[in-house]
């Protein structure tokens, strides 16, 4: 069964620093991966998802991924925060059919 | 293009009553699926619906639980005699066809806490 594991439960980055989320995945073949982020009390944006091909993959607001099979890893990067990207980030994968199987989620918090 | 429609979006109910949750999904989508999402945890499949059929329930506790998505209207999300620990958030997605957990994006709408007394 496919699984996805967000080591980080909570991080926190200083406003114009850099920022990396990270996401292990278990999957058998191979994976659709999404990141998607959650603003308080709202649903679910996608933010980028990686299916084939270039393994570097460029999402919305900024946000970019790499997929790498070797390390069964699909962090999510992003150069520079601002304090609206302060929300609950969610990596997530894919069976290729209907299902997606989401990770525990890193909450984000950005300090001036 | 109005995005998916889940309401109520805050429902309260005593142990014992009846939830129902709707979700419209977005216009020309014919695929929805339900998650839960516990406090502290990520989101969990439940099900998954076409109109008017069941495609894919595995997520679904085998009691007190149903979904449908009738020829019209909005998907229903049904949790009979309610407990403490059905007290989450439930999310409704929609995508314009099938592969959602491929190729085709799910659109999630923004959700309805549920709580239990």
């Known amino acids: 069964a496919q699984s996805v594991t967000q080591p980080d439960i909570h991080i926190t980055v200083s406003e114009g620093a850099s920022l990396e989320l990270r996401c292990n995945y278990s999957?058998?073949?191979?994976?659709?991966l999404f990141w998607y982020v959650q603003s308080p009390g709202q649903g679910l944006q996608l933010l980028l998802k990686?299916?084939?091909?270039?393994?570097l993959v460029q999402g919305i607001k900024g946000f970019e991924a790499e997929f790498k099979r070797s390390q069964s890893s699909f962090n999510l990067r992003k150069p520079s925060v601002h304090w609206s990207d302060a929300a609950e980030y969610f990596c997530?994968?894919?069976?290729?059919?209907?299902?997606?199987?989401f990770g525990t989620g890193t909450r984000l918090t950005i300090i001036p | 293009n109005a995005g998916v429609m889940q309401n109520p979006r805050h429902l309260v109910r005593r142990r014992g009553q009846e939830a129902r949750l709707r979700c419209s999904p977005m216009?020309?989508?014919?695929?929805v699926y339900w998650y839960r999402q516990l406090p502290e945890e990520g989101l969990k499949f439940m099900v998954y619906?076409?109109?008017?059929?069941?495609?894919?329930e595995s997520g679904m506790p085998k009691e007190r639980f149903s979904a449908e998505f009738p020829k019209e209207g909005p998907s229903i999300l049904r949790i009979q005699q309610v407990v403490r620990g059905d007290s989450a958030a439930y999310f409704c997605?929609?995508?314009?066809?099938?592969?959602?957990?491929?190729?085709?994006?799910?659109?999630f709408g923004p959700g309805t806490r549920l709580l239990v007394l």
């Open positions: 999957y058998g073949a191979t994976p659709y």
């Open positions: 997605a929609s995508s314009p066809r099938a592969g959602g957990g491929g190729q085709e994006t799910q659109y």
């Open positions: 619906l076409q109109k008017e059929n069941i495609i894919d």
């Open positions: 216009k020309g989508h014919s695929h």
């Open positions: 990686y299916f084939s091909g270039d393994t």
């Open positions: 997530a994968v894919g069976d290729g059919n209907e299902k997606l199987t």
